[in-house]
């Protein structure tokens, strides 16, 4: 029995041109890249420039996965943008990539799941192309993290940067089986208990402005690996597929230490691992797709590799993905 599967038909990504790198926040803050290196593996971060918005870096990642593929702007039917700093309240950030991209039909919208915005993104996506509402989407996660963040806070200022990446994906008749090419399952969680663990101190109805990101770094620290490796069994479950079968495993990068205890509670080795979070820092909603693209263009991820993708940020929320590119 065949299936209609949403098949990756491209990627790209988009970084901001300054680097922000630890020595320069060391000279700013009381820090030092020696601490920063040792609880996070982050080494430095891409900041957006003055008037370099979400939307920009969002059409910058949009137009290089679209080179990628292959495929004209037109074809695209569905954009759904995962971001927790958009442009404006309203409208949407996605709607701005689509007037940039000269896009005039279907739907665009932007998608909040703070760090898991991606995979909820793809997610979503993925539902609305196997039930034949579109036929080709663009999937974005992009972020200006820098805007939202108390460059006095230490204890969070050290650990976001900026950027974007996006996928193009197309649904296409397979034979229904564990090799076929495509997203083959993705499995979201929220719990809303945890909602005052990572969260922003300002919004539109409560305070009327934009407000700083505020953590409480050692919960989210104590409830990662457990929530991440939780949602990767499923994925497996779902699939009848095991660790051992995974090519790339390409996870949020939020915290190095995180990325290793959740990959050893998995047993997958540290060589099928791809590894960001040293150059971009936590990109929140960009940093799977950012990933993704450089294993892509490095020539790591090859077509018929299978590829787990995996996310835990504010809410709090999680997902994961597992698909054969
Ligand atoms: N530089 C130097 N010292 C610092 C810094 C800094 N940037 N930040 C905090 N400290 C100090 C603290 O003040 C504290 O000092 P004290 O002992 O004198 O009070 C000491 O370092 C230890 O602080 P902790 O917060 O307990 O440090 P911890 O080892 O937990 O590391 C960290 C902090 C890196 C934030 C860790 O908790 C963590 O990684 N948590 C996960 C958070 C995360 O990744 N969030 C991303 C968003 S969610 C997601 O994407 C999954």
Not at 278 to 305: E, F, Q, Y
Request: proline share 3%; hydrophobic share 45%; glycine share 10%.
């Amino acid at each position: 029995m065949t299936a209609t599967r949403s098949v990756v038909l491209g990627c790209g990504s988009y970084l901001p041109q300054q680097i922000l790198t630890n020595a320069e926040l060391a000279a700013r803050i009381d820090t030092s890249d020696e601490w920063i290196v040792q609880r996070t593996g982050i080494r430095q971060r891409h900041i957006a420039a003055e008037g370099e918005f979400t939307s920009h870096l969002a059409i910058n990642a949009a137009r290089a996965a679209l080179a990628d593929a292959g495929i004209d702007a037109q074809s695209i039917d569905l954009i759904v943008l995962g971001t927790s700093t958009p442009d404006h309240t309203f409208p949407a950030t996605a709607v701005a990539v689509q007037a940039a991209l000269g896009i005039h039909h279907g739907a665009a919208f932007d998608l909040q799941a703070v760090c898991s915005g991606f995979i909820f993104a793809l997610s979503t996506a993925d539902s609305f192309l196997r039930t034949g509402a579109f036929k080709r989407a663009l999937v974005i996660g992009a972020e200006t993290f820098s805007r939202i963040l108390d460059w006095n806070d230490r204890g969070t200022c050290v650990l976001f940067g900026d950027g974007a990446g996006a996928v193009i994906l197309e649904a296409q008749q397979q034979p229904g089986e564990a090799s076929d090419r495509g997203i083959l399952t993705t499995h979201l969680r929220s719990d809303g208990r945890h909602k005052t663990k990572l969260y922003v101190d300002g919004g539109p109805s409560s305070t009327r402005t934009v407000g700083y990101l505020r953590m409480e770094g050692r919960e989210v620290f104590k409830h990662a690996v457990g929530m991440i490796t939780d949602v990767i069994y499923d994925a497996f479950k779902a699939t009848g597929t095991t660790a051992e079968d995974i090519d790339w495993f390409v996870p949020h990068q939020a915290n190095k230490r995180i990325i290793d205890a959740s990959a050893h509670k998995l047993h997958i080795p540290p060589h099928k691992v791809v590894l960001t979070v040293d150059l971009h820092g936590n990109t929140s909603a960009a940093s799977i797709p950012l990933a993704l693209s450089v294993a892509v263009k490095d020539g790591r991820v090859k077509k018929g590799d299978l590829v787990l993708l995996e996310a835990m940020g504010g809410g709090f929320t999680w997902g994961s993905a597992l698909l054969r590119w």
